[in-house]
C-alpha cells in the first residue's frame, strides 16, 4: 500500500485541508498525519516522513536538498499551494523526486476579501466596531460609494480577473496594469503602473512575488497616490516597503490601507502595520473559505490518484527528472528506460 505523510498540524489540517479531502485521500494509501501542534522542521520531516512514498505538504513546509538527499524511498512531494519557493526543486529533481503544486481555487474567496474591505475602507465599519466594542459612540463621518469610484488593479491574473468583473458589476471604473497580460474584457482599461496609481481611489496590490517586483509600492510608489485613495495588499508582503507605508499613512499620503499580508511569519500583515488607525488588516485569510481550500486538497488526492493509475498528474513541474515514481506499480510508458 502506498505511504503518504500529511505534513498539516491538527489546525492545518481543519483549515487548509479538510475531512473531506483526507477522507479521499486515506482511500489512495495509508495516511500519517503531523502530530505536532506547529510545522515541522526539516529535520523533523525526515524522521516523521522516513519510509514514506508520498509526501502532502502544506505551504509553511520547508524542503531543502537536506530533506530530499535524507528520503531515499520518497517518490513524490505535493504541495497543497501555488507557491512552491521554499522547496528546492533542483535538488527534488537530482534525486528523481517528483515535485507538484496545487492550482489557484482562491479566486473568488480572495476578490471577495477585497471588495469586503474596499467597503470597509471606505465607510469606516471597522472603526465605528471597534469603538462601540469599546463602550465609545463613533465619530459619524462621511463614506464613500464603490459606485463611480475608479479601482486599479496592479496584476491581472485569475485574481485580478475576477475582481474587474466585480468592480464593474459595482459600478467602478477599472483599469489594471500587467505588461504580461493585456486587459481585453470590454470596459477595462490597461494603464501604465504610474497612472493607476495616480487616478485610482483604490489600488489594490495583486502582482506577483519576483525579484523584479520586490518593494514596488515604495514611497515614489504612494506619493503618486491621490490623498483621499486607498491602498489594498492581497499579494504578498514583500511587494511593499512597509516603512514607506508607515510614513504614507501617518503624513496623510493616502487616505488608509487594508492588508491581508506582510513581512511577519507566514506572510502575516506585520504588526506595526496592523495596529495602525488607518489599516484594516487580516491574519492572511483572503483565501481560507471552504471552497478554497477544498479545491486546492482535492489537487493533491487527484495527482496521486493519478501517480497510482500511472500517469503523471497535472500540477508536476519537474516530470522529465521524476525517475523516481517509475517504482510505483502500474506505471505506464512515461518514464521508459529511466532508473533511480
Known amino acids: 500500500m502506498t505511504r503518504i505523510f500529511l505534513t498539516h498540524s491538527p489546525n492545518a489540517l481543519k483549515n487548509y485541508y479538510g475531512e473531506r479531502a483526507l477522507a479521499q485521500l486515506r482511500t489512495l494509501g495509508e495516511v500519517t498525519l503531523n502530530s505536532q501542534a506547529r510545522p515541522l522542521a526539516p529535520e523533523e520531516l525526515v524522521r516523521a516522513a522516513a519510509r514514506h512514498d508520498i509526501v502532502v505538504s502544506s505551504r509553511d513546509v520547508a524542503a531543502p536538498a537536506s530533506l530530499f538527499e535524507h528520503l531515499p524511498e520518497l517518490l513524490a512531494f505535493c504541495r497543497v499551494a501555488v507557491d512552491i519557493r521554499n522547496i528546492d526543486v533542483t535538488a527534488a529533481s537530482h534525486h528523481g523526486v517528483l515535485v507538484t503544486r496545487a492550482t489557484p481555487g482562491f479566486d473568488a474567496s480572495v476578490a471577495e476579501w477585497i471588495v469586503g474591505v474596499m467597503i470597509d475602507l471606505s465607510r469606516g465599519i471597522s472603526a465605528a466596531v471597534s469603538a462601540y466594542r469599546e463602550g465609545c459612540v463613533p465619530a459619524i463621518q462621511m463614506g464613500i460609494e464603490l459606485r463611480g469610484a475608479t479601482l486599479g488593479v496592479v496584476g491581472y491574473g485569475f485574481i485580478g480577473r475576477r475582481l474587474g468583473a466585480l468592480g464593474l458589476a459595482l459600478g467602478m471604473s477599472v483599469m489594471v496594469c500587467d505588461p504580461f497580460a493585456p486587459a481585453i474584457e470590454s470596459g477595462v482599461e490597461h494603464a501604465s503602473f504610474d497612472e493607476v496609481m495616480a487616478r485610482a481611489n483604490f489600488v489594490v496590490c495583486l502582482a506577483p512575488a519576483t525579484p523584479e ?22 499579494s504578498r508582503g514583500e511587494l511593499v516597503d512597509e516603512e514607506a507605508l508607515i510614513h504614507a499613512l501617518n503624513s496623510g499620503v493616502i487616505a488608509g490601507a487594508a492588508l491581508d499580508v506582510g513581512c511577519a511569519p507566514d506572510q502575516m500583515p506585520s504588526p506595526a502595520l496592523a495596529c495602525h488607525p488607518k489599516v484594516v ?23 496521486i490518484r493519478s501517480l497510482l493509475a500511472g500517469t503523471v498528474p497535472d500540477g508536476a513541474v519537474n516530470a522529465e527528472h521524476a525517475v523516481r515514481i517509475g517504482r510505483l506499480p502500474g506505471f505506464r510508458g512515461l518514464l521508459d528506460g529511466a532508473h533511480s
Not at 517586483?213 to 492581497?234: E, G, K, Q
Not at 481560507?288 to 488526492?301: K, S
Open 281 to 303: 488588516a487580516t491574519p492572511h485569510v483572503g483565501g481560507l473559505t471552504p471552497q478554497a481550500i477544498e479545491h486546492q486538497a482535492f489537487d493533491t488526492v487527484r495527482q
Open 213 to 234: 517586483t520586490a518593494d514596488l509600492f515604495d514611497t515614489a510608489a504612494f506619493a503618486r497616490m491621490r490623498p483621499d485613495a486607498y491602498f489594498v495588499n492581497a
